[in-house]
T-cell receptor, first 112, second 113 residues
Framework: ETGVTQTPRHLVMGMTNKKSLKCEQH?????MYWYKQSAKKPLELMFV???????ENNSVPSRFSPECPNSSHLFLHLHTLQPEDSALYLC???????????FGPGTRLTVL | KNEVEQSPQNLTAQEGEFITINCSYS?????LHWLQQHPGGGIVSLFM???GKKKHGRLIATINIQEKHSSLHITASHPRDSAVYIC??????FGAGSYQLTFGKGTKLSVIP
């Protein structure tokens, strides 16, 4: 149990669907992150939130829309995705953006 | 942009062997992380270090700032150590307050009984 949970664990969606990924941390951390991990490629940072404010946006296409309603919850809203968006999406949290990060189990996304 | 290279890409070892995984980077950093990713995707942070050496159980991480190089050692390896080990660096060149981590591609370790 890492203290960071993600739902769903697996998601299959069509290119016209709208879905959301959810992340919740039970560690009292102030920073939360979304990462994308594609096959054969290194982890890529997508977004960073610190105290519910977005502090980093790594040139991510607008079809990915993050939301951080409070310091414990982070969402990634998905719409009109492409097959190349199929990947493992990982959420992480830390006590501050410069500290050690704790990862969730990930959501395996397949876009058909 | 910082380039992070890990070696080897794949490593197979017999149970009990001493294992070393290397990470080199191209630009000065403020911190280096070692992460472990098991099949299925879950990632665990093993170490965060900015100088010297850290030890946790059978795992040892070292960093040489001048040579821009870090090593992760596993003593008395065990099949449960089989995983992908990932190096990530935070570079001050991204600016004060930047939270960007640059990741290596990972080293896949298989420990055979």
């Amino acid at each position: 149990e890492t203290g960071v949970t993600q739902t769903p664990r697996h998601l299959v969606m069509g290119m016209t669907n709208k879905k959301s990924l959810k992340c919740e941390q039970h560690l009292g951390h102030n920073a939360m992150y979304w990462y994308k991990q594609s096959a054969k490629k290194p982890l890529e940072l997508m977004f960073v939130y610190s105290l519910e404010e977005r502090v980093e946006n790594n040139s991510v296409p607008s079809r990915f829309s993050p939301e951080c309603p409070n310091s414990s919850h982070l969402f990634l809203h998905l719409h009109t995705l492409q097959p190349e968006d199929s990947a493992l999406y990982l959420c992480a949290s830390s006590s501050s953006p410069l500290n050690e990060q704790f990862f969730g189990p990930g959501t395996r996304l397949t876009v058909l | 942009k910082n380039e992070v290279e890990q070696s080897p890409q794949n490593l197979t070892a017999q149970e009990g062997e001493f294992i070393t995984i290397n990470c080199s980077y191209s630009v000065g950093i403020s911190a280096l992380h070692w992460l472990q990713q098991h099949p299925g995707g879950g990632i665990v942070s093993l170490f965060m270090l900015s100088s010297g050496k850290k030890k946790h159980g059978r795992l040892i991480a070292t960093i040489n700032i001048q040579e821009k190089h870090s090593s992760l050692h596993i003593t008395a390896s065990h099949p449960r150590d089989s995983a992908v080990y990932i190096c990530a660096v935070r570079s001050p060149l991204f600016g004060a307050g930047s939270y960007q981590l640059t990741f290596g591609k990972g080293t896949k370790l298989s420990v055979i009984p």
